[in-house]
């Protein structure tokens, strides 16, 4: 038996074969926005609206639509329909006069008196119509082009109420023009019952059986039909509005020659009273303001009306600046119409991508309903950062560093693609799966043997059986924002966090923000913290939180790292509240080097990062450095990340038994 199948677009909700989409991209802008002080709401919106590198955003497609609407009204004119009338009748009259003066045998008094009557016509082209209904026309040319006026007028009249009448209806015959007739007249009673609520289901079926060819959008009830009927009657409302009063009563003098008959007016005018009536929340009293070269006819200039309104529409629903606002809400077809599939496919992909971020566990709501990165997401940041603070620290050493995937001892459970450079042992259950899968996926019998290949290879992550007690100390004074580092000091920080807390899991990490006062952050708060315009480095209360920290861990190596772009000018009194002075008061500089001091004297590893080019920084730095035999590194920003991590490295380097084992 043969069995039928169509296949079209998906169009109950998402592709469910589609390919998820890449969210890297859009975690990392994210990110980066947050980083920089913006709400995760925010920064996703703002993503949203810039679209990625290949791939249009909000604001693209947004002026891509304005653009269009301009254009519409820039190169139309409303008067194309009475242009074809005049044209029309010029025919008319030129092929009567030429007529007349053929005619040798008429009478001469008859001559004269019709030269006068085309002679002496109205000026108003409407009028002259409705001057000449009465000629006896002489020319069957002339006639045919008479009687093409009211061709004409009917089929534009209909046209703008039903879309492509005009083109349907030419060269209609005597039948055609009693179908139409018909069809309103059933079509104003059905709506008349359907105000009155006295219609059913079966109304609407018999009168589309018998007159469903007028409806190629083929409605699928009574309110889809008085849908589809009353955005087209009220743009051709909006058309008329448009007009100059004079344009308009032109117009309205010459309607009553459509089809030379005044009934299909009176269908006409019904059925717009009934649209009215149905939907008044249609825009029937708006109008635009057209400038182009191009005329237009009363059905075109209906559909240009319907045009500017959807793509008004879309604008709105891309703006996004409503309350309720989602991307869903973007009518992809009507995208798809105005600006081509490739707009409509952009839009889709956006929706997409704030469907997964949303859906997908990288951002949920706080305590407080705040919008907020999860900590799937603030992984996949981390991973993204420390993967560009190795590409850093490869290009400065020559060759991969190979520590950022553990050091060699204790198997964490984890196994990854081998690459150039690894020494850690192979993980031989995970090789040889691969081999055997990637065998059978080639068609070859892996009872038969395998060949290894160096894509098949894996190998296990270990941790070092040394521990370490990372305490990252950062400068968040207002400078650090005001001179651009804010964003590159939180990215630091993200990517240190990532490498402890998924290579070295033995080690500790704490992060204290230090300005006018300091405390210890999550990862989450520290990316998310805002720049608050207050002035104070207080470096000795990030010491004081670090020495607590380092306590708290005493049978690991403590490692100090501290971020800053200036000296101390702020320190922490024995009550608890923060003394600030500038220049830095010798009392806060005696109190930050004394906690260094106890620091070095507990055998902490200290780095200190100095950021800018201040000599007076540099100066203080090195002092306290050579104080407890520590470090100083003065990276550029983009090089911050890596020096930080590399630092962190370094540190496990020199006091791990284990590490190039």
């Not at 973007?330 to 992909?349: F, I, K, M, N, Y």
């Not at 196994?415 to 090789?431: K, L, N, Y």
């Not at 608050?532 to 207080?538: F, L, P």
Request: glycine share 10%; no cysteine; aromatic share 6%.
């Amino acid at each position: 038996m043969a069995h039928r199948s169509r296949y079209g677009r998906y169009v109950d909700g998402p592709d469910p074969l589609a390919p998820p989409v890449d969210l890297s991209e859009a975690l990392a802008a994210i990110g980066e926005d947050v980083m920089a002080g913006y709400s995760p709401e925010r920064a996703l919106r703002e993503y949203l609206r810039r679209g990625g590198r290949n791939r249009d955003g909000l604001d693209d497609l947004a002026q891509r639509v304005n653009r269009r609407r301009t254009e519409l009204l820039r190169s139309h004119r409303l008067d194309g329909t009475m242009d074809e009338v005049k044209k029309l009748l010029d025919e008319a009259v030129l092929a009567e006069r030429k007529q007349l003066a053929r005619d040798a045998l008429m009478d001469d008094a008859d001559r004269d008196f019709r030269e006068f009557r085309l002679g002496n016509l109205p000026p108003s082209t409407a009028a002259a119509v409705s001057e000449l209904g009465t000629y006896d026309w002489q020319s069957p040319q002339a006639r045919q082009s008479y009687d093409k006026i009211k061709d004409l007028l009917g089929r534009e009249l209909l046209d703008q109420r039903f879309a492509g009448m005009k083109q349907a209806l030419e060269g209609a015959t005597d039948a055609d023009r009693a179908a139409i007739s018909e069809m309103l007249r059933d079509l104003n009673d059905l709506l008349a019952k359907h105000r009155r609520g006295e219609d059913t289901p079966e109304d609407f079926e018999r009168f589309m059986d018998r007159h469903g060819d007028f409806f190629p959008e083929n409605p699928r009830t009574v309110d889809e039909l008085v849908d589809a009927l009353a955005q087209r009657a009220a743009a051709g409302q909006r058309l008329l509005n448009s007009m100059t009063p004079e344009q308009r009563r032109e117009l309205m003098e010459l309607s009553q020659q459509a089809f030379g008959s005044p009934e299909l007016m009176e269908a006409l005018g019904a059925l717009d009273g009934n649209l009215r009536a149905l939907r008044p929340g249609e825009d029937w009293s708006g109008s635009q303001s057209f400038s182009g070269d191009e005329g237009l006819g009363l059905g075109d200039g209906t559909g240009v009306l319907q045009d500017v309104a959807e793509l008004e529409s879309l604008s709105e629903q891309l703006s996004q600046s409503y309350g309720g606002a989602h991307l869903d809400d973007v009518d992809l077809d009507a995208l798809a119409r105005q600006l081509g599939p490739d707009a409509a496919a952009s839009a889709r992909t956006l929706a997409d991508l704030e469907r997964a971020l949303r859906d997908g566990g990288y951002l949920r709501r706080g305590s407080d309903g705040d919008l907020r990165l999860s900590p799937q997401a603030m992984r996949q940041l981390g991973k993204a950062l420390l993967k560009d603070a190795a590409r850093q620290l490869s290009g400065r050493q020559g060759a991969r560093d190979t520590r950022l995937a553990g050091a060699a001892g204790e198997a964490t459970g984890a196994s990854r693609a081998w690459e150039f450079g690894d020494t850690q042992p192979w993980d031989v259950t995970r090789t040889m799966t691969n081999a055997i899968l990637r065998t059978a996926s080639e068609g070859g019998d892996p009872a038969a043997g395998v060949r290894l290949r160096i894509d098949d290879v894996e190998v296990a992550e270990t941790e070092t059986r040394t521990q370490a007690a990372v305490a990252l100390l950062v400068d968040t004074s207002f400078s650090m924002a005001a001179e651009g580092r804010w964003v590159p000091m939180k990215r630091t920080a993200l990517a240190l966090h990532h490498l402890v807390s998924t290579r070295f899991r033995g080690d500790q990490l704490d992060l204290v923000a230090f300005g006018l006062h300091a405390r210890t952050l999550g990862i989450d708060e520290l990316t998310g913290l805002a720049a608050v315009r207050e002035q104070g480095t207080n470096l000795h209360h990030a010491l004081l939180l670090a020495s607590r920290f380092f306590a708290q861990h005493p049978t690991m190596q403590p490692v100090l790292l501290v971020v800053t772009d200036g000296e101390p000018t702020a320190h922490l009194e024995p009550g608890g509240d923060a003394w600030f002075d500038w220049p830095p008061d010798p009392r806060t500089l005696a109190l930050t080097v004394a906690e260094l001091d106890k620091l070095g004297r507990r055998g902490v590893q200290t780095t200190f990062f100095r950021l800018g080019d201040d000599p007076g920084l540099a100066r203080f730095l090195d002092h306290l450095a050579e104080r407890v035999d520590g470090r100083v590194i003065a990276p550029d920003l983009d090089g911050l990340g890596a020096a930080v991590v590399g630092e962190y490295l370094y540190a496990r380097r020199t006091w791990d038994p284990d590490w190039d084992r």
